[in-house]
């Protein structure tokens, strides 16, 4: 700037000598031109000299204040840049310290809870038990019966970005490409430290569901206010055979819940995911399942699982078995958020999941609400006398090939959210398949004190699970006693 303003003053300097040193009457030969100025010009280039220099004083006066101001303010954004590396490399720190302990074997100060590694054996249990595994084979996207929706480009104004704008953090968002995402083989050996590339939250879930995308797949993982609940309904979900995703649960403030929120940390620029469930006691990490949700399927998909309404197909037929299993899960478990079955509410179709390998039917947010039969005994028996009732009547619609109007409304959810009706022929399916999965749990011996080691060890947790209160073994094996009765049907 200081040169800028020399070089003006002596601009305007020339000039005024230009035109002070002329004579009006007998203008010398060299400096002729200058006749051509008016006299109010002399005046004005006197001024304009005479303004420039106070200009010079006042700029020049000033310039030390300024420049001591730059350096301290460039001074204060290099402190803070120290003070955020130094965050950065203790979070490092501290996770590291962390993985050192478990590859060490040594205790960290707060140990991991028992009911982790009680819940897991537990649910590897139940899955040799039904006849599959917790370890997850590649899928060959090629072969997949339903093919995920292209995902559509954005507007010309979105893909380019104003050249004006600088590039921060938030701009860097970490998206999981839904169409070839591939699951993680396993969620038990997690390298939190290393393995992480992104983290992508997902439009459900209120308690917040993440996408956890690394190096091996992707895993979800989710924070549940009932995370109780949805593990013991899902201990259910596998014993009535049903596809289920495999599930840990996670206490944050212990030596994996810490790697794992340090990881978010680091690979999550927006900071969605360690502000939402860093606050919670417990997470749920979660198999990843390349699926389509009922909420989000048109008929073509349903007619490529099911078949021709009227003219199924034998893994149609096998799939419409499924949905009746499902559907004695949650009158087993007082779960009325799928379908209103004998519920009186309209449904929620995100929570029925078709896998599009096969279209098998998948079991996802699942939970129980046990009804107190000592403050609320009235209530309690009138759900026993609904659930018998069900299932007295549908044993002799099914036998008769007729549909029952509680699984009309069943029928009418498909029609109204996805423009797809499997007919009576398919309600009658859906029946036999609730009744032959309340058949197979008497042929196994199902009992309470089953229903009761599930609680206890999601009982071991520190601290308790939240949810687990919803809990009751009792509840659950009397609505199954309930709708056994005393037939041998069933």
Not at 76 to 95: G, H, Y
Not at 277 to 287: E, I, V, W
Request: hydrophobic share 40%; aromatic share 8%; proline share 4%.
């Amino acid at each position: 700037v200081p040169q800028c303003l020399n070089i003006t003053i002596i601009i305007n300097t020339v000039l005024l000598l230009f035109c002070l040193s002329g004579n009006r009457s007998e203008p010398p030969t060299h400096f002729g031109w200058c006749n051509l100025f008016p006299r109010t010009l002399d005046a004005s280039c006197v001024s304009l000299g005479r303004y420039w220099k106070r200009q010079v004083h006042v700029v020049m006066a000033s310039w030390p204040a300024k420049e001591e101001e730059s350096e301290r303010v460039t001074q204060r954004l290099l402190d803070n840049a120290n003070t955020m590396s130094s965050v950065k490399k203790r979070l490092l720190a501290q996770a590291a310290a962390f993985l050192e302990q478990q590859d060490a074997g040594v205790s960290p100060e707060v140990e991991e809870s028992r009911g982790s590694d009680a819940a897991w054996q537990l649910l590897k249990a139940l899955k040799v038990q039904a006849g599959t595994s917790v370890e997850l084979a590649r899928v060959d996207l090629q072969l997949e019966l339903l093919r995920p929706s292209q995902k559509q480009s954005a507007p010309a104004s979105e893909e380019q970005p104003s050249r004006f704008k600088w590039k921060t953090s938030l701009d860097e968002k970490f998206e999981v490409d839904f169409a070839v995402a591939q699951p993680r083989h396993n969620i038990f050996d997690i390298k939190w430290a290393t393995e992480l590339k992104g983290v992508h939250r997902s439009d459900a879930g209120s308690e917040g569901v993440y996408f956890v995308g690394c190096q091996e797949g992707v895993f979800v993982v989710k924070g549940s206010r009932n995370l109780g609940a949805e593990a013991f309904a899902s201990f259910l979900a596998i014993r009535l055979g049903l596809d289920t995703p495999n599930f840990r649960v996670i206490t944050t403030k212990a030596a994996e819940g810490a790697a794992m929120m340090a990881s978010f940390r680091e690979v999550d620029a927006l900071g969605l995911s360690y502000t939402s469930l860093g606050s919670q006691t417990h997470l749920l990490l979660k198999d990843f399942v390349r699926g389509e949700s009922l909420s989000k399927m048109n008929e073509s998909q349903l007619v490529a699982i099911f078949g021709t309404p009227g003219y199924f197909t034998e893994t149609g037929k096998a799939r419409l078995e499924e949905l009746g299993h499902l559907l004695l899960l949650d009158v087993l478990c007082n779960n009325g958020d799928r379908f209103p079955l004998i519920w009186d509410n309209r449904g929620n179709p995100g929570n029925v999941m078709f896998r599009r390998t096969a279209g098998e039917v998948v079991a996802i947010d699942n939970s129980v609400v046990s009804l107190d039969k000592t403050s609320a005994p009235d209530v309690y028996e009138a759900y026993l006398a609904k659930a018998a009732e069900l299932v007295a009547t549908l044993r002799e619609h099914t036998s008769n090939g007729t549909e029952h109007p509680r699984f009309h409304l069943v029928r009418d959810k498909f029609i109204e959210f996805c423009n797809f009706d499997y007919l009576e022929a398919g309600s009658v399916a859906v029946q036999l398949g609730f009744l032959n999965a309340l058949k197979q749990l008497k042929a196994t011996n199902f009992s309470q004190e089953e229903l009761q080691q599930w609680t206890d060890a999601l009982s071991t947790f520190q601290p308790t699970l939240v949810g687990l209160h919803l809990v009751s073994p009792q509840f659950v094996f009397d609505v199954y006693s309930a709708c056994v009765g005393e037939s041998d049907d069933c």
